[in-house]
């Protein structure tokens, strides 16, 4: 039996190197694809679940020389009943592909799981000439551990007795095959990478040294919305955005003038080549491209940087014309071409550019260009873990979480997500860089800024950002509602709260008292689980208290020190005015627990008291 620790150590790794967005089984599956099959990262992707309606089906691969399937079903489970239950999402995975291979047909094409949708793919071109399928249960248990129990053996009878079984027998003079495996997880190196043709237009390319340049290139959108369903969101990765269409702004600016393009062309009313006139285009990255044909690009790992929106529009029109069965719309459809830019060959930093400057019709905010960088990542799956949503990407939390597969990963979410501002902005408080939590936006000016604040310690501390974020909300209602006093309301402190710093001073204070003060340790282990969508009521009633205790002699210091609002306050005078008040506070940096750094609050304390 393999460690499960080892198992969580390498999907952890995984997930950060490469932003894989799967379940824990789903993401090991793709991991043991890669090492026992020696296909590449992008192959096991899109060989591989990354949600539901996989009909029992987490990986599969298809050896060409060999004629044969492996059907996969991951189970990351100690309990040695759970990974047995992984035996039925088989038979689940076996009738489905009874009825594909046999008859031809499936009852529904499966094109929002990416897994799925290729496995159908490809079995639409080999079931002619399938000989053997191999059904495969991975898990943490050795064959020896799984095989004499009755679960597996029935399993077997099932399978003898099915029609794929006589059916492989008889018309292919193969046979069905039974394996149980511990998970793979001794790297190796892939025997190729996958490639992905599209239609060029010779002659057409750039050169921005020997091995970068760019390519024009008449792409059918039906072969966009084809990879998209074949790469599912992976496709976007490279993208500062996942998908706006959610907005309504968006909605009246993007998706009504394509889709009232797609209709003209598929009623009919116009030709199909007047898209291309309307529609700028996408542009697609990729890391190789070959061209052994004049009229044909072969790309490496392509992803879209620009046409997002364009792509997943024309995916949701598309699947409208299948339900409704309209063999002419879906015809003509099909006829449609997009122009693209093929980005191959540039490294990191002129892909960022190149995405920024592709973008700029849909303005991109500061904090987006490092919505790829390694600490994002690893900061939204740390979040993951305790079941909050981090928006690394805008659009994101709209775009995944309608989907029910993706939302029961995050219990604790509460229809909302942290902010990669937000976020930035707090850890700039904490640290003591006020004009960073005064203005965030400025964090993300360059990568230094940048790097200052969100640092490993970042990805480490996930409940500290949750009940931070918590306290952050209630610190800044419960000002506003401190100050609607009367005897504030109609003097000239409003004056001097509206100013940025001291309200970045005051904010600070308020989530390191809350978050060190012996006196808030139930709210600490209260509003550190889950993630609120507006501030408690409860906790900013708390804070209008703590208000209470700096409010005015803030007032009062401002007061004398600006000579009743006459001459701007220094820099050190704040700094040291509201250092004192830190140390009237019971603030203590040196020996006190420090949110984001190696003093942070061991929460599992807190979730020990409440079993």
């Known amino acids: 039996m393999i460690e499960k620790d080892l198992c969580l150590k390498a999907i952890k790794a995984f997930r950060i190197k490469h932003g894989v967005e799967a379940s824990d089984e789903n993401t090991i599956a793709t991991i043991h694809l890669m090492n026992a099959h020696g296909v590449d990262l992008h192959a096991a992707q899109d060989q591989s679940s990354r949600s539901g309606n996989d009909h029992g089906i987490d990986a599969w691969y298809y050896s060409d020389e060999d004629r044969e399937l492996y059907v996969y079903q991951s189970k990351l489970s100690e309990s040695r009943s759970l990974a047995l239950s992984g035996l039925s999402d088989l038979s689940d995975a076996r009738l489905w592909l009874e009825q594909l291979i046999i008859e031809g047909t499936v009852d529904v094409v499966p094109s929002d799981n990416q897994c799925l949708y ?27 551990e799984l095989e004499d129990n009755a679960e597996y053996d029935e399993f077997v009878k099932l399978l003898v007795a099915s029609p794929l079984n006589a059916f492989i027998q008889k018309e292919r003079n193969g046979k069905l095959a039974i394996e149980l495996l511990e998970y793979d997880l001794e790297g190796r190196v892939p025997g190729g990478f996958k490639t992905y043709p599209i239609t060029k237009i010779p002659e057409t390319r750039l050169y921005l040294r020997q091995s970068a340049h760019l390519d ?13 369903r074949q790469r599912g969101n992976v496709l976007f990765d490279k993208n500062v955005r996942l998908s706006i269409i959610g907005k309504k702004q968006a909605r009246d600016r993007l998706v009504h003038p394509l889709e009232s393009t797609l209709d003209m062309i598929t009623s009919g009313e116009v030709s199909p080549n007047i898209f291309p006139f309307y529609h700028v285009g996408v542009t697609i990255a990729a890391t190789t491209a070959t061209d052994a044909q004049t009229d044909l690009l072969t790309l490496a790992a392509p992803s879209i940087i620009n046409g997002c929106q364009t792509i997943t529009i024309a995916n949701e029109y598309f699947k409208r014309l299948e339900r409704s069965k309209k063999d002419d719309a879906i015809a003509r459809f099909k006829q449609i071409k997009v122009i693209a830019k093929v980005v191959v060959g540039t490294t990191d930093e002129e892909l960022k550019e190149i995405t920024n400057a592709n973008n700029r019709q849909n303005p991109i905010e500061n904090w987006q260009l490092f919505s790829n960088d390694s600490i994002h990542i690893a900061i939204e799956y740390a979040l993951k873990d305790v079941g909050i949503f981090y928006e690394r990407q805008a659009g994101k939390f709209d775009s995944l979480m309608k989907n029910a597969d993706t939302a029961k990963h995050y219990p604790h979410t509460n229809g909302t997500s942290i902010a990669v501002e937000r976020l930035g902005q707090i850890i700039a408080l904490i640290r003591g860089q006020l004009s960073w939590g005064a203005k965030p936006s400025e964090i993300f000016l360059n990568k230094e800024s940048h790097d200052k604040i969100f640092d490993r310690t970042a990805a480490k501390c996930p409940r500290d950002a949750v009940f931070c974020v918590n306290v952050h909300m209630a610190s800044r209602r419960g000002l506003e509602r401190y100050l609607w006093q009367p005897s504030y309301a ?80 220094s820099k050190k005078s704040m700094d040291s005015f509201f250092s004192g008040l830190e140390t009237e506070l019971g603030i203590d940096f040196n020996d006190g627990c420090v949110p984001f750094s190696a003093k942070s609050i061991d929460w599992t304390q807190y979730d020990e008291e409440k079993v």
């Open 118 to 144: 290729n496995l159908y793919l490809k079995l639409s071109k080999e079931r002619a000439t399938i000989r053997k399928i191999d059904f495969r249960l991975i898990t943490l248990f050795n064959e020896n």
């Open 216 to 228: 024009l290139a008449y792409v059918p959108l039906y072969s966009l919305v084809e990879l998209y």
């Open 490 to 569: 109609n003097s000239n402190a409003l004056k001097i709260f509206v100013k940025p710093m001291i309200r970045a001073h005051l904010f600070r204070l308020a989530i390191l008292y809350f978050y060190q003060h012996d006196g808030k340790d139930s709210e600490r282990g209260e509003y550190s689980r889950d993630l609120l969508k507006k501030a408690s009521k409860t906790l900013v009633e708390q804070m209008e208290g703590f208000y209470l205790k700096v409010v005015s002699k803030t007032k009062n210091w401002y007061l004398e020190e600006s000579k009743n609002l006459e001459i701007d306050v």
